[in-house]
């Protein structure tokens, strides 16, 4: 039983911390020595830092072995003792490699893949080096003995510092950036730091060349206009790109911890202007990015004055008795609680209800599980439970580390030791431009979902005043995965099949969180899985083994489903809204989405 289990926060012994930290201070000490080497390391010094971090590994042991408590946290001195064997064996093997042999290994990780690390016997011996620490602190954490979440922090930790720690990240051992500060008369240095200055006015790291982009202007650009608005969001009706349309509308509901135009990229990348193509009349929330004056709303105000509220609005303007709707991440968590309400009223006005990349049942969690426990929950309860914001770019700091050499070092590389300016990608400057969270919110949304799953113990919660019952939500669902999502990780979006007893269909899609979501048929990319099957195993691998892998898009799948909920055809609206209380306040994409946090 783990600590969390006991419920007390789980906690990485400290004297892992410390000792993993001496060991990485020795190893960043090397690698930010301020000449590069003229050659690669000698073998002599090799051995001898070999011979280091074996007597540092034999105290970590120590250390760790004193301060445990019993059958909390060990490590097998065998499985040392083979773990030290190891390492020594690849130093010396690396000893007696000629740096024409180590393409092999170093092409393998696209880091050190150019022709600058391949052909330097310095650089090539460096990052081979580092790859064998790498691999031996990876085995470490594996050969430690302790609970699955202690176990995911260590694994955390160490990737952390194995990505901050690259050879790629210092002038010093990097020869790509060397050579391109001499190619360029020292240019890119003096670039490189004009952009970490103007990232530090921005308070982010850039990803994409925020110049190329402004909402409104090419992004967020299917034509529409705001119809409605209240103090969290402005509803968006979109123009028919169809003589008629079908005679049930569709509300998509965005995450509300992002901004909408993820559903509304560049012309040709946009979920959006497809299902206005498809013949629906459209609408989308487009969240209020919260400020000082939000910072007491609850998730109950989100649901009542947000997801119920903006069906309410597209009933009331459309005068269907049903509508569809899809939610999109915490999106769809909204959604289905809204549903969940809405079905404890007697009121059954959603016709069915599409769940992206969506959690419900929180027991699988992925790679976030690790920064929840009882300690941090209840001090975000303390600093931000009745009054508070929680900062958009915190949010996002947290998202970035969870691929930090993707995300992050990736990008500190090129764009502050090389000087360059990286490429214009719509899907990188949405990332980039977070939202707050009112604090009362979020605290709530952390406590009960991802610490205490109590979304979906039938009762357990009120929201709205209302007893929360999935099992009385009973609308057709058509709920999809991402295989490779980290946020929402497949075995969780799956789950949701589980809870909701209508009619279901579950794809899943290729990628990740995003970009498995975001991917036009036109584009011809990647691909999907279906099943016919009209039962859902309990668990994902057993869907998947009846599944059929399809090519391209799933996105015409999901129009074929959806277009069987809508009804009939009707001629489509000649204008937007309705007179008075739904007339049309502001072209889209409104001025919410604009708003910076």
């Not at 599980?369 to 009882?374: K, P, Q």
């Not at 707050?436 to 979902?449: D, I, K």
């Not at 019952?469 to 995965?481: A, E, L, N, R, S």
């Amino acid at each position: 039983m783990s600590a969390q289990d006991n419920g007390q926060p789980a906690q990485v012994p400290e004297g892992w911390l410390q000792m993993q930290q001496a060991a990485w201070e020795q190893w960043s000490a090397w690698l930010r020595q301020s000449q590069p080497p003229a050659q690669a390391p000698a073998p002599a010094d090799m051995h001898k830092a070999a011979t280091e971090s074996l007597e540092m590994w034999k105290q970590m042991a120590a250390r760790l072995g004193e301060q445990a408590k019993p059958g909390q946290f060990s490590m097998d001195p065998e499985a040392l003792q083979q773990l030290q064997a190891e390492y020594m064996e690849q130093i010396g093997q690396l000893m007696q490699r000629k740096t024409s042999e180590l393409g092999e290994v170093l092409r393998s990780d696209k880091r050190f893949s150019s022709e600058g690390w391949l052909n330097s016997a310095a650089a090539a011996s460096t990052a081979a080096l580092y790859k064998i620490n790498a691999t031996a602190l990876q085995k470490m954490v594996e050969i430690t003995q302790t609970d699955g979440k202690n176990q995911a922090r260590l694994q955390f930790a160490v990737d952390q510092w194995l990505a901050a720690t690259s050879p790629t990240n210092f002038v010093a051992l990097n020869p790509d950036v060397q050579r391109k500060a001499i190619e360029s008369q020292g240019q890119s240095i003096a670039k490189g730091v004009l952009n970490m200055w103007q990232d530090m006015q921005r308070g982010h790291i850039s990803m994409t060349d925020e110049a190329q982009f402004e909402v409104g202007k090419n992004l967020a650009m299917t034509p529409g206009s705001v119809v409605f608005e209240n103090a969290f969001f402005q509803l968006i009706e979109y123009k028919p790109s169809t003589e008629s349309v079908y005679a049930r509308p569709m509300l998509l509901v965005p995450p509300c911890i992002n901004k909408y135009y993820i559903l509304d990229l560049q012309p040709g990348n946009s979920l959006v202007e497809y299902v206005v193509a498809q013949g629906h009349r459209t609408f989308v929330v487009s969240w209020r990015n919260p400020d000082a004056s939000m910072d007491t709303k609850t998730w109950d105000d989100y649901i009542e004055h947000g997801a119920i509220r903006a069906i309410e609005a597209v009933q009331d303007i459309t005068a269907a008795p049903t509508i569809n709707t899809l939610g999109f991440c915490v999106g769809g968590t909204i959604l289905c609680t809204a549903l969940a309400v809405l079905a404890a009223r007697s009121k059954q006005v959603v016709e069915s209800a599409t769940l992206l990349t969506t959690l419900v049942d929180f027991a699988d969690t992925g790679i976030l599980d690790i920064f929840i426990d009882e300690n941090m929950v209840q001090f975000r309860e303390m600093q931000m439970g009745q009054k508070g914001l929680m900062k958009g770019q915190d949010l996002a700091t947290t998202f970035s580390f969870l691929r930090p050499n993707e995300l992050v070092w990736n990008y500190v590389v090129g764009n502050y030791l090389k000087g360059e300016t990286p490429p214009p990608f719509d899907l990188l400057y949405w990332n980039s431009d977070g939202t707050n969270l009112p604090g009362p919110f979020y605290a709530w949304y952390l406590r009960n979902t991802y610490l205490e799953n109590n979304l979906i113990e039938p009762g357990k919660l009120v929201v709205c005043g209302e007893a929360i019952d999935f099992g009385q939500v009973q609308v057709p669902m058509y709920i999809y995965g991402s295989k490779d999502d980290h946020i929402v990780p497949i075995r969780g979006a799956y789950a949701s099949t589980q809870i909701f007893p209508g009619k279901k269909r579950f794809v899943m899609g290729a990628s990740g969180h995003i970009a498995g979501v975001i991917n036009p048929p036109a584009k011809g990319k990647r691909h999907y899985w279906t099943s016919e099957q009209a039962t859902f195993p309990s668990h994902w691998h057993e869907w998947l083994e009846q599944a059929v892998q399809q090519p391209g898009s799933w996105w015409p799948d999901w129009a074929k489903w959806l277009a069987g909920n809508a009804g009939q055809e009707v001629a489509a609206p000649k204008a937007p809204g309705k007179a008075r209380a739904y007339a049309v306040i502001e072209p889209a994409p409104g001025r919410y989405v604009k708003q910076r946090a």
